[in-house]
């Protein structure tokens, strides 16, 4: 699988769902209703930056994500569904940040946060996180791929 780099978004948090079995992981929601996965653990086992990020994460909180999507198959074994190839978009968080409040909410933005801890933490390092600083994303530090899926 080829490593792309990760996209950023500025989302609105307006739901979120356990999703429990061999690969536990929760399910959020974004303003307009499109589904975002943050798996709770790596294939290595330990807990990924999103999910370490996601319990200090409130309903109705803007955030700023930096995820992977893919247009996925699958073929349900039950439902109206039953036999029949369905493609969905399949979205993974890599990591959370801050965003300040009027931060407007759109496709293309900048990551910004003034709590330059948790941005850092989630890079792994330390990073300059001032308030017009772009967020780089080091593809070395966040791979999607050690997610379970």
Not at 97 to 103: G, K, Q
Request: charged residues 35%; aromatic residues 8%; proline residues 6%.
């Amino acid at each position: 699988m080829e490593n792309k780099p990760l996209e950023k978004k500025a989302i609105v948090l307006s739901a979120q769902e356990f999703k429990d079995g061999q690969y536990p992981r929760t399910v959020i929601k974004d303003q307009e209703g499109k589904k975002y996965t943050v798996w709770h653990k790596k294939k290595d086992g330990n807990p990924t930056k999103a999910f370490e990020q996601l319990g200090a994460l409130n309903l109705g909180q803007k955030v700023g994500i930096s995820y992977d999507e893919e247009e996925k198959t699958f073929t349900p074994t039950d439902g109206d569904n039953k036999g029949k190839e369905v493609k969905f978009m399949s979205r993974r968080i890599a990591f959370f940040a801050d965003l300040p409040e009027e931060t407007p909410i759109k496709e293309e933005f900048q990551f910004k946060s003034e709590l330059k801890d948790n941005v850092s933490n989630a890079l792994g390092g330390s990073v300059d996180t001032s308030i017009d600083q772009s967020l780089p994303v080091d593809p070395n530090e966040i791979v999607v791929e050690d997610l379970p899926f």
